[in-house]
Each structure stands twice: as structure tokens, then as C-alpha cells.
């Protein structure tokens, strides 16, 4: 359903987006993660048709975006970080509005803005001034106006941004209802975000992408994806920081207290339970607790953005 292929997009002298390809399949959510300013919301607005590329191509349900985007604007609902309402208007009233601009057939438009209201939850307050309505309902609105025309795509830059808890998990229960039956590309920088709703991520960090696929094939592919978190007694960090050494353990943390806690990361298949058992008896360290676990898509994030700007 989208095709990116070396996509560039240059502001002056500053390069935005640098050689991005990725794809989106048929009924996809694609979590579009990445830290503030790192190029999520100009590759959104290249695929929206609100800015062209500098260089590369992108297609939207085979349509080039740069040859025919008025055709491109028919497939897809956006959803920018910035909801464009008009206060003074009841949601009924600005759907009807954008039904017209989406030139949706007269005859038609009262059952496209009845569909879109219902579809996101809006019928108690179809009636009532958007200006009254609270920050959740407004990007209710905003949802509706981005599905009026029934497209096949959807397009959502940062569709929770500033919401109460409570309003996050309608909007993201509203986001994995239409992905059941539409493409959608979700851009956030909050890593919940995409564990609660998208089944692909791709990670993007100062215009370049950094990781794609699903968070588990992501990890397979770093090192440090096993991990154990111990609780240890018998000798000093010192000594324990030796010990480590002579493991191989990708990473260390000791924390000193009565026991100490202990972290150690090593590659993909590099050591199992029973070899950490094994290293800790032969130390003369006691195993008071000891738990395996995975990268999770906090730490992919972190290793792939935050470890690049310490090297």
C-alpha cells in the first residue's frame, strides 16, 4: 500500500530526511517511533502531499506522490500533529464541512458524517460547539475528519499528544478498531504508543532509520537481547566486576547494597540460564533471586538513539 524508496528532503541546508525506504502492507499498523525532531512528521507530510520530496520516490497505493497528488489525497486520511478545527462548529457541522472538501456526492454526505461519528464515538456530541468538547473528544473530531471519505490509508502524526491517560486509551482502542480494516502509519515518540496498537515499528533517529520490523525480529538482530537480572551475595562489587570480566558479559550494573543487584546482557544465543548458575557457584556468589528477560522496545529505542550520540 506504500512504497518509500530513498527518500531525502532538505530545508536549506538542513537535511531533514535522509535515504529512507521502508513499505506498509495491506491492513498494517506501522509504528513510526523516533525521538522529537528526528523526521517522523516530514516523512508523514511528503506521503500526505503537503510537501514533495527533495530527492527519492514515494507511492501510496501505486500512485507517485510527486506526479499525482491530488490522487494520492483521495486514498489517504490524515490525521497532522496540529488538529485543524473550527470551534464555532458542532462536529456534525465540520464533517459536513469536510465531506464537501472531500467532494463527497451531496446525497451522500449525511451518511458519511453519521458513519464517521459513529465510528469514533461522537454521536453524544455531534451537536454541541468544538470549542466546548474536551481535548480527547476534539481529536475524536479530528479522527473523523480523516476517514469522512472512507480511504484506505490513514496517516496519524501524534494522534495522543497531550492527552489524560483515560483519553489515551480511547483514542488508541479507536486507532486498532480502524486498523482492522485499513493501512495505517501511527508516528509517535512515546514507546507505549506502538506496543499498544501497531504490529510493525520502524525506528527513525536524525533522518535516518535505525531499526525496522516487528519489536522481536528488532532484537534479534542486537546484541544484548538476553539478559539476566540477579540478586547476589558473597563477595564485593569489586570482585563481582571481575567476575563479569572473566563471563564475557556484554554489559555491567552493580548496584551495593545488603546483596547486590546485578545485571548482565549477552548476545543473541551467547549464554544460557544454567551457565550463569554455573559462573556464579563456581565465584562463591549465592543466587538469592535470578530472572531472564528480552529487550523490550524501551531499550531497543534507547541502544539505537541514545547509544549513537555517545560513540
Known sequence: MIEVHGLSKRYGDVEAVKDVSFSVG????????????AGKTTVMKVLAGYHFPTS?????????????????????????????????????????FAAASRLIPKDKRKNAVSRALESCGLEEAAGKPIETLSKGYKQRVGLAQAII????????????GGLDPNQIIEIRGLIKGLGKSKTVILST????????????????????IAAQGSPEE??????????????LKGKSAAETGELFRRLGAGQEKIVERDDMTVSLSFSAGGIDGEAVFDWAVAGGLKILSMSQKRLSLEDIFVKLTRDGEES
Not at 512515546?190 to 533517529?205: D, F, G, N, Y
Open 26 to 37: 495491506a491492513g498494517q499498523v506501522l509504528g513510526f517511533l523516533g525521538p522529537n525532531g
Open 149 to 160: 471519505h472512507d480511504p484506505p490509508i490513514l496517516i496519524l502524526d501524534e494522534p495522543t
Open 189 to 208: 515518540h512515546i514507546l507505549q504508543e506502538v506496543e499498544a496498537v501497531c504490529s510493525q515499528v520502524l525506528i527513525i533517529h536524525e533522518g535516518r
Open 56 to 96: 527519492g520516490e514515494a507511492k501510496v497505493d501505486g500512485v507517485s506522490v510527486q506526479d499525482h497528488p491530488v490522487e494520492v489525497k483521495k486514498r489517504i486520511g490524515y490525521l497532522p500533529e496540529s488538529v485543524p478545527l473550527y470551534g464555532d462548529l458542532t462536529p456534525a457541522e465540520y464533517l459536513g
Open 218 to 231: 528488532i532484537a534479534r538482530t542486537m546484541k544484548g537481547e538476553i539478559s539476566w537480572d540477579l540478586v
